[in-house]
């Protein structure tokens, strides 16, 4: 599964930014699908995740009520919605994927077996 993130870039304080994650997967269904970021010199944290059918989603506390994750099997997408954004959600941002009937978790990066390239949010202040 290859996996091609875009939609990043630089955004005030506040502002807003939707970052997409196309998968080059036969059957986009059979994955759970994550989003992730890492800022510099810090390590690559969960940030959302979004369940094989989209009827699940998770989130880390400091982006509930901001971030909005979802997809698109027909498209084989999924979105990160990014509103009312701050500096310290600046970092590159990763979409990742894992097998549905895996079993991983969610929250854990360990748990994803592809990666995307990574697209940067920039957030001034």
């Known amino acids: 599964v290859q996996l091609q993130a875009s939609g990043g870039g630089l955004v005030q304080a506040g502002g807003s930014l939707r970052l997409s994650c196309v998968a080059s997967a036969r059957t986009f269904s059979n994955y759970v699908m994550g989003w992730f970021r890492q800022a510099p010199g810090k390590e690559r944290d969960f940030v959302a995740a979004i369940s094989w059918s989209g009827g699940s989603t998770y989130y880390t506390d400091s982006v509930k009520g901001r971030f909005a994750i979802s997809r698109d099997n027909a498209k084989n997408t999924v979105y990160l919605q990014m509103n009312n954004v701050e500096p310290e959600d600046t970092a590159v941002y990763y979409c990742?994927?894992?097998?549905?009937?895996?079993?991983?978790?969610?929250?854990?990066?360990?748990?994803?077996?592809?990666w995307g390239q990574g697209t940067q949010v920039t957030v001034s202040s």
């Open positions: 990742a994927a894992q097998g549905r009937y895996q079993g991983g978790s969610y929250y854990n990066r360990d748990a994803y077996d592809y």
